[in-house]
C-alpha cells in the first residue's frame, strides 16, 4: 500500500512539475492551491475534488503536517502533489508552502471542505482584473455548526482591534480562504508558527500599503467524522498576543510612546503633593516618593527615545520589504515574465 501511494505521489509530482513548465511558458498564469493539512481524512479528497472541477489547469498542493490517520494516502489518490512538514503549526506549514512553492497565483484554503471551491475563478479574476496582491474570500455561513457564535464574536472583536490599531482592517481577518500574488508570496516574511498566520497576513498587507479585496463566500460545516483543530480561547489568546507583538514591532513610536505618556502620567500624579509641600515650607519630606517620582520620569524619557530609535529602524525594514515586493510584477501582467 505504502509502495502504491508513493508511486502515486512521484507520478503526481512529475506531472505537476511539467505542467508548471508548460504553462510558465506561455500566458497563463500558473495557480498553485495550498491546502494545509492535519489529520482530514474525511474531507481532503472532496476538497481537492472541488477545487479541481473548477480549476483544471492548476496545480493542487498538499501540505501534510504530521497527520495521523490516512490524509497523506486520500490526497494523493484524489490527484494532489503531497508534501510535509514536520514543525507542528499552521503558520510553519504557510512558511514553508511560500517558500518551495512557485506560482503567479496562490490560492490558500483549508483541507476541511469548508470553503467553497466554486467561488475561486471568482476570487482569481477580481485579482486579475484589478490586479490586487490579496483577495480575502469572508466567510458566510450556510449553517450554524459551520461558524460557532464564539469564532463569531472573538473573530469581530479582533477585527475590530486590528483597525483600531492599524487605521484600517478586513471584515474577516482569520479567514483562511485567500488569493495572493506572486509578490505578495515572495515579499511575505512568515514569522508566526500556528493559527494567528491570518493576523500576520492581514498586518503585511496593511503596513505595506497593498491593493488589496474581499469576496463573500459560502462557509460550509465540516463534513460529518471531520473534526475543528481551532481553539476558540487558547488560539484566540494566541492571536490577540502576536496583534500586540505585531503592533509593537511596527508601531514603537505609538507603543512605547504609550507607556511613557502612562509613566508620566503617573510621575506628575505623584510630585504635586512634594511640590506644594515644598513650596510651603521648603522640604521634601517624603524622600521616597521623591525617588519614585524621579525614576518614573527617567523611564518615560527612556520609553520616548526607545520608541523613536526603533520607529527609524522601522521605517529602514519597511522600506526594504517595499523594495523587495517591487521586484515582482504585479498580477496581469505577462505571467511568463517571472522575477
Not at 513548465?21 to 495557480?31: G, H, Y
Not at 485579482?127 to 461558524?147: H, N
Not at 507583538?245 to 503633593?273: C, D, H, K, N, W
Amino acid at each position: 500500500m505504502n509502495e502504491r501511494v508513493s508511486g502515486t505521489m512521484l507520478r503526481d509530482a512529475g506531472r505537476a512539475a511539467v505542467r508548471a513548465v508548460d504553462l510558465a511558458m506561455s500566458d497563463t498564469p500558473v495557480i498553485a492551491v495550498l491546502l494545509p493539512c492535519y489529520n482530514e481524512e474525511v474531507a481532503i479528497a472532496q476538497t481537492i475534488g472541488g477545487f479541481r472541477a473548477v480549476l483544471p489547469d492548476a496545480i493542487i498542493y498538499v501540505y501534510d503536517n504530521n497527520s495521523a490517520d490516512r490524509t497523506v494516502a486520500e490526497a494523493a489518490a484524489a490527484g494532489a502533489v503531497v508534501r510535509s512538514e514536520r514543525m507542528q503549526g499552521k503558520g510553519n506549514v504557510v512558511r514553508r508552502m511560500f517558500a518551495d512553492i512557485d506560482a503567479d497565483i496562490y490560492i490558500m484554503a483549508d483541507g476541511d471542505a469548508t470553503y467553497d471551491a466554486a467561488s475561486a475563478p471568482a476570487l482569481v479574476q477580481r485579482m486579475i482584473d484589478e490586479q490586487l496582491d490579496m483577495v480575502v474570500g469572508s466567510r458566510v455561513t450556510q449553517a450554524q455548526a459551520a461558524y460557532r457564535a464564539g469564532h463569531q464574536l472573538g473573530n469581530a472583536v479582533l477585527t475590530g482591534m486590528l483597525a483600531r490599531l492599524f487605521g484600517r482592517s478586513f471584515s474577516d481577518i482569520l479567514s483562511g480562504y485567500r488569493v495572493f500574488s506572486r509578490r505578495f508570496v515572495k515579499s511575505f516574511p512568515v514569522l508566526s508558527g500556528g493559527f494567528e498566520i491570518e493576523t500576520e497576513i492581514s498586518v503585511h498587507a496593511l503596513e505595506l500599503k497593498m491593493p488589496v479585496a474581499e469576496i463573500a463566500t459560502p462557509y460550509f460545516a465540516r463534513p460529518e467524522g471531520s473534526v475543528s483543530k481551532l481553539s476558540t480561547y487558547r488560539d484566540g489568546w494566541r492571536i490577540l498576543r502576536m496583534i500586540v507583538t505585531l503592533y509593537r514591532i511596527e508601531r514603537p513610536m505609538l507603543f512605547f510612546g504609550a507607556i511613557g505618556a502612562m509613566l508620566g502620567l503617573a510621575a506628575v500624579i505623584l510630585s504635586v503633593p512634594l511640590i506644594v509641600t515644598y513650596m510651603h515650607t521648603g522640604l521634601v519630606p517624603r524622600l521616597p516618593t521623591a525617588v519614585l517620582v524621579t525614576g518614573l520620569t527617567i523611564l518615560a524619557a527612556l520609553c520616548g527615545f526607545t520608541g523613536l530609535i526603533l520607529d527609524t529602524v522601522v521605517r529602514g525594514r519597511r522600506e526594504v520589504r517595499r523594495l523587495s515586493y517591487l521586484s515582482f510584477t504585479a498580477p496581469g501582467l505577462p505571467w511568463g515574465k517571472r522575477a
